[in-house]
């Protein structure tokens, strides 16, 4: 009984000493900003982590295969034509104002169409995160106001995709349903941008990253791949 009488003490008068109970609340701030830059390190530790030189040229558009090595997607060229299911309650919807000036501003409502049902890169999907690494002029604008990450509709003989004008970085569910899909995105290096997919977005299909400042709309480069 002694024993257990003098735990209780003991228990008692560290928690009836101030200092002591400063103590114990610092041990617990500190033990909580560990965890917090736990987090903040593990948010960034895939771009930290690369070994990767820039692509050589601009307007490489390449997936990685690892930390170390990636492979430069293929540009397909898109064309506009009229949307199978536009309608009047829908185009209210997208007369949202641009991000950018660009020829693509006045395909708002149409389809940009790609030949063909398939990709000529095929990525396995293996649960992980989607990394991109894009060289542009620059990378001193915000990534999301100047690429677009989609996923196409297709048929037997062609990939679309309804072109939407979004607010920069905003991919709300009815854009989601649409086919556009949210990134993170960072600097990297000199002039390169590196964009990252989670893989809670990604399933099996067709994806397209378009450059929302093309020039015309009878040319559209849009890099693209497969998730098998």
């Known amino acids: 009984m002694k024993k257990y009488h003098l735990s209780i003490l003991l228990v008692l008068s560290v928690f009836s000493n101030p200092l002591q109970a400063e103590s114990v609340s610092l041990y617990n701030d500190s033990n909580l900003l560990h965890t917090q830059n736990n987090k903040a390190f593990h948010d960034f530790k895939d771009s930290v982590s690369l070994s990767l030189a820039e692509p050589e040229f601009v307007n490489s558009y390449c997936i990685l295969t690892s930390d170390s090595t990636y492979t430069a997607l293929p540009k397909e060229t ?42 000529s890169l095929k990525y396995k999907k293996d649960n992980q995160d989607i990394r991109v690494l894009i060289k542009a002029e620059n990378n001193e604008y915000d990534p999301h106001g100047l690429y677009r990450l989609v996923r196409f509709s297709t048929t037997k003989k062609e990939r679309r995709i309804q072109w939407l004008q979004i607010d920069a970085g905003v991919i709300d569910e009815d854009a989601k349903k649409k086919g556009y899909i949210p990134f993170r995105a960072e600097k990297y290096g000199q002039q390169s941008y590196l964009l990252t997919i989670p893989s809670s977005e990604i399933e099996k299909g067709e994806y397209g990253i378009i450059f929302m400042g093309a020039e015309s709309t009878q040319y559209i480069p849009v890099a693209t791949f497969s998730v098998s």
């Open 78 to 119: 898109g064309i506009i034509g009229p949307h199978k299911n536009k309608t009047t309650s829908l185009l209210g919807k997208i007369g949202k104002v641009a991000d950018a000036a660009s020829a693509l501003t006045g395909a708002v409502g149409m389809d940009i169409i790609f030949s063909g049902k398939n990709s």
